[in-house]
């Protein structure tokens, strides 16, 4: 049997998934430092991290005025004990089309001007969501803790679309679930 050590934080629980372990789940999922990647083009991840679920990671990378779409599953539950392979992957370029709504989101969502993290954001059995972002050299990184709860609120309906564009392009057999329940049919 394994064990999880978690840690008490603000009131909520920080598994290795939502602390140091996030480098750790982007190696199980076979990806790469998107920081240190060294592209001009435009690339990002959205990596979402459910307790009771399967984490999933989407990312695209620009190639000309299209994307290159990678998307993948692990298994296990993010929140608990994850798994050690990649349980689906899908690789696709978007249509023109996706790659305009794509653009036209990610502008909308001022991205860049978003803060890293939010220290008021804390909980249990929900999700830990990062958006990474690197362009022309500049990588900017935003975690929140289930951005889909009182979105209007905070400020954050823009970034819960954009992320549930990224995750309906990917198509994924099974899209990421918290506790049984689909994650974007919540946050419409």
Known sequence: MKWVVAVLVMGGFVTPA??????????KMGEKDLAASGTNALSLRFTIFPTWGNPVCVRVNQEEKEFRLVAKRLEGLAGYEVGERIVESKERVLSKQE????????SKLRFYEMKATKSD???ADGERWYLEGLQAGRFHKVERWPADNAMKRRGLKEFVRFCGLLVRCADLDEPPKNM???IFERGK
């Open 99 to 106: 790659s305009k709504e794509l653009l036209d989101s990610f």
């Open 18 to 27: 939502y602390g140091d372990g996030f480098s750790a789940f982007l190696t």
């Open 121 to 123: 954001e804390y909980g």
């Open 180 to 182: 049984g329940r689909l």
